[in-house]
């Protein structure tokens, strides 16, 4: 079966530097892949979808990489703040036509030191 | 638009006792999402319906019964819960061609 693989342990950046996180996948490269953020007690929100035929995808100061020879995903944020402190899932689908839900990872947590 | 929302937001069972978890989207989406959520096993799919009318299970969805009402309502049922079904429930929906998914907040669920 696919897998989706992302260090669950946090992830200690200090403020103003570049926070970068690692999405890993087994076999089968997935359609296509989405970062979302989760605050605790509160259910997550969509951040940047990223399609195996895509290097790169920027939105502000988040940056996602696709790259199917690693079978790894880079998710970029620069200048980070405490703000950004949350924990990040990656998630994948396999089927690509958007319908048959996510294959999540377990979700990193971010924690940006002042 | 109040997006996706979850009945109830917390409840406490007793192990065999029967409910269902409501969930409504006022998007229009056509895709509708139940997930559960345990610490160190992250989001995992339990059934979805790609469509009204259409239900598929996911992952995890033994145990669990769902029932697409209309395009807004999807209902999750637990028959008889156990403990093992303590978690946190996520409801979602996606309007499909931009397949980026609208999470609801959650359904915290405890059974004793």
């Known amino acids: 079966s696919q897998k989706i693989e992302q260090n669950s342990e946090a992830l200690n950046i200090q403020e103003g530097k570049t926070a970068t996180l690692t999405c890993n996948y087994t076999?089968?490269?997935?359609?296509?892949l989405q970062w979302y953020r989760q605050d605790p007690g509160r259910g997550p929100v969509f951040l940047l979808l990223i399609r195996e035929n895509e290097k790169e995808k920027r939105k502000e100061r988040l940056k996602v990489t696709f790259d199917t020879t690693l079978k790894q995903s880079l998710f970029h944020i620069t200048a980070s703040q405490p703000a950004d402190s949350a924990t990040y899932l990656c998630?994948?689908?396999?089927?690509?036509?958007?319908?048959?839900?996510?294959?999540f990872g377990k979700g990193t947590h971010l924690i940006i030191q002042p | 638009n109040a997006g996706v929302t979850q009945t109830p937001k917390f409840q406490v069972l007793k192990t065999g006792q029967s409910m269902t978890l409501q969930c409504a989207q006022d998007m229009n989406h056509n895709s509708m999402y139940w997930y559960r959520q345990d610490p160190g096993m992250g989001l995992r799919l339990i059934y979805y319906s790609a469509s009204e009318g259409t239900t598929d299970k996911g992952e995890v969805p033994n145990g669990y019964n769902v029932s697409r009402l209309n395009k807004r309502e999807f209902s999750l049922r637990l028959e008889s819960a156990a403990p093992s079904q303590t978690s946190v429930y996520f409801c979602?929906?996606?309007?499909?061609?931009?397949?980026?998914?609208?999470f609801g907040p959650g359904t915290r669920l405890t059974v004793t």
């Open positions: 979602a929906s996606t309007r499909g061609e931009t397949y980026e998914q609208y």
């Open positions: 076999n089968y490269s997935p359609a296509y």
């Open positions: 998630g994948g689908s396999y089927s690509g036509g958007g319908a048959d839900g996510l294959t």
